[in-house]
């Protein structure tokens, strides 16, 4: 009697998990990023960095980055509808917005494309997707890249660059390190632990419907790596789990999806 209780314990366990507390927590979590990131870069672009070393200025870069990719895991949650699941134009604009500082990215487009990785993860419909026989990390980066990239939103952030820097003064080496770099870095960031890692073809072969697989890092270093996203078979399980809620979905079905 009570074995046969347990997986319908587990998965009541799963639901309310991947429910997350709405509004409160989602819209909370979302603005507190943009708000850290918004504050970080104007301090940041503010301060004089002429005299201090540019070895000094690298964990400055880290964090700005990991902060950069926070704002891309706000919009992901966003186009899972988990942002604020009770009021569908919040959440859909907090994800849009957080798509346009990100890097003037389209979210309708990115929306999409989204959703054909889901139904179709590492096949030849996925957008995100290049091959991984090969394996080929540069190869597929650039690939990867040139989905979500045009000339166009180029020269619209080149002409932003030039505008503050002639407009509000701001030094273009601090606009450079702050502003240019950790943008950049973070697109590797979230290529490599969201992309590259759970969906590269494993020697035998996929072993999930999901084609992907999770790096089961410590709960800290997958925070800090991307924002947990490295949990990624439990997120094509679960699509519904904000992302600080995959560890959690993790323990409860790690040995069932």
Known sequence: MIQSEQPSLQQNKLTSTVKGEGIVNGVFIACAIIGIWASSLVFLLTIDISNIPTLWLLPAVLVQTFLYTGLFITAHDA??????????????????????????????????????????????????????????????????????????????????????????????????????????LSSVQLFYFGTYLPHREPKGGYNNSYRAKTNALPVFWSFVTCYHFGYHKEHHAFPAAPWWKLPEVYKLNSDSI
């Not at 590492?122 to 690939?143: C, G, M, R, V």
């Open 79 to 184: 186009m899972h509808g988990v942002v604020c699941p009770e009021n569908k134009k919040l959440n859909h604009f907090i994800g849009a917005f957080a798509l346009v500082i990100y890097g003037l990215l389209p979210y309708q487009n990115i929306l999409k494309k989204h959703w054909i990785h889901h139904n179709h993860p590492a096949s030849e419909l996925d957008p995100d997707f290049h091959d991984s026989k090969h394996k080929n990390f540069f190869a597929w980066y650039f690939y990867f890249m040139k989905q979500y990239w045009s000339w166009l939103r180029i020269g619209a952030l080149v002409a932003i660059f030039n505008i503050i820097v002639y407009t509000l003064d701001i030094p273009e080496r601090n606009l450079t390190w702050f502003w240019v770099v950790p943008s950049l």
